[in-house]
């Protein structure tokens, strides 16, 4: 009897030989395509790794490290999450700061990051509504969903706690949530607003999705008084 196609390995797969856990890439050859990729960072001159890191990472917080962070945050985004972690708390506790380093660790081992602020990334979608515009709305929505890591700030935060944001803002990160978890691509998000204020401004579908993620409250004096 022969065996089920359904089931049986692959005769060309062949797993990484660094990490052992992903498929070899055709490309990269004995390497998957993320160690591929940190390979090759690693062997970068200096000045290549900060040009990398500023794609993603904007100038003020270039200096970013996870060995910084307090324990409890580095160790959230080190550990293994094919969801992600909700980063929550008042305004200047360092929330950006955690995002940004947790993106240049990412970045450094090899995985496709992608940043923005929530509502940039609406603005962007809005502008596609324009006549003249030559972008669709997936045009802007494809490379965040695609990418390995995507941070996303400020969620929900220009809208007061009993004020309700509007469907096409629920309908984005509804879009976002839902591909990214499906594939299990893990989502970094900041926010002012715990869980369950933000599900009330959105509705109770995101708060339902956003139960699964670490959720991590940052608390402290706001950093920007001591500027």
Sequence with gaps: MGSNPLTAKPSAYKPCQQCGERPADSVAGILCA???RK?????????AKRHEWSVVVPERFMCACVADLPPKIAAAFQCENDVGIYLWG???????YALCAAAKEFIKNGYRCNRTSYELLCLHLRDTFKPSSKQSEWDIIKPLVESDRLFIEDVGTTKSIDNAESDFSLRT????????????????ITTNKSVENLAASFDARIGDRLRLYQIIKLEGESRRKRI
Aim: aromatic share 8%; glycine share 6%.
């Design 173 to 188: 990160l509804l879009v976002l949530l839902d591909i990214r978890m499906e594939h299990c691509r893990p989502t970094y």
């Design 34 to 36: 993320v160690c591929f």
């Design 90 to 96: 008042p305004p200047g506790v360092g929330k950006t």
């Design 39 to 47: 390979s090759l960072f690693e062997a970068a001159p200096e000045e």
